[in-house]
């Protein structure tokens, strides 16, 4: 199953886009990277998903690298209410749906 | 539109004891799951199915049990619990049909404290 990797925390200015990379360099040709986030601590809310070409959203865009090694989902106008844990997952190959959550970014936007 | 409901959301339980988490979904999705979180860390699956009728272990298995009678509910058991139990449980469901990749939903969670 592929590894994700992310930096542990990131800052941003409220009303700026915040970015936030992810490696997944073992990704399989047909694995899915998939976008959560987790605002203090409730159930982590689904944000987008993509496998090859960038996709967009009413929450945010995700620019996958043409070799899908890495990502970069982007919150165009980061608000205070972004501030959350945000996961960068590969959905596991084959038919279980199994998603493999690491730790992921603390996203601290501030005013 | 409930969407996952999961109750009940918070429960204290002496070591030993033992007790159903529910989780329910109104979405007529065929897949469910559940996780756990402990403080600080990423969610790790325990169990998951794929229809009713049909489980299978996870990450974390070990100490907890599922069946799934019907599509809607999908119950979490832990027959002895031990303080290492002490988690957030959360149970999600999407609806996968093939090569479909839908998102899964995931409820509030259950906060469990084993003392």
């Known amino acids: 199953d592929a590894k994700t990797t992310q930096p542990p925390s990131m800052d941003c200015a409220e009303g700026r886009a915040a970015n936030l990379p992810c490696n997944h360099s073992?990704?399989?040709?047909?694995?899915?990277v998939y976008w959560y986030r987790q605002i203090h601590s409730q159930g982590p809310q689904y944000i987008i998903h993509g496998l090859k070409n960038n996709e967009t959203n009413e929450m945010a865009s995700l620019i996958i690298t043409e070799d899908r090694k890495s990502s970069t989902l982007i919150l165009p106008h980061a608000t205070l209410r972004d501030t959350a844990v945000y996961y960068c997952?590969?959905?596991?190959?084959?038919?279980?749906?199994?998603?493999?959550f690491g730790q992921g970014t603390t996203l601290q936007v501030k005013p | 539109n409930a969407g996952v409901t999961q109750t009940p959301k918070f429960r204290i339980l002496k070591i030993g004891q033992s007790m159903t988490l529910q989780c329910a979904q109104d979405m007529n999705h065929n897949y469910m799951y559940w996780y756990r979180q402990d403080p600080g860390m990423g969610l790790k699956l325990i169990y998951y199915?794929?229809?009713?009728?049909?489980?299978d272990k996870g990450e974390v298995p070990n100490g907890y049990n599922v069946s799934r009678s019907t599509t809607e509910d999908f119950p979490l058991r832990l027959e002895l619990a031990a303080p290492s139990q002490t988690s957030v449980y959360f149970c999600?469901?999407?609806?996968?049909?093939?090569?479909?990749?839908?998102?899964?939903?995931f409820g509030d969670g259950t906060r469990l404290s084993i003392l």
């Open positions: 199915s794929v229809g009713a009728g049909i489980t």
């Open positions: 997952i590969v959905r596991v190959s084959g038919n279980t749906g199994k998603l493999i």
């Open positions: 073992t990704i399989s040709g047909n694995e899915y």
């Open positions: 999600a469901s999407s609806y996968f049909a093939g090569s479909s990749n839908q998102p899964q939903h």
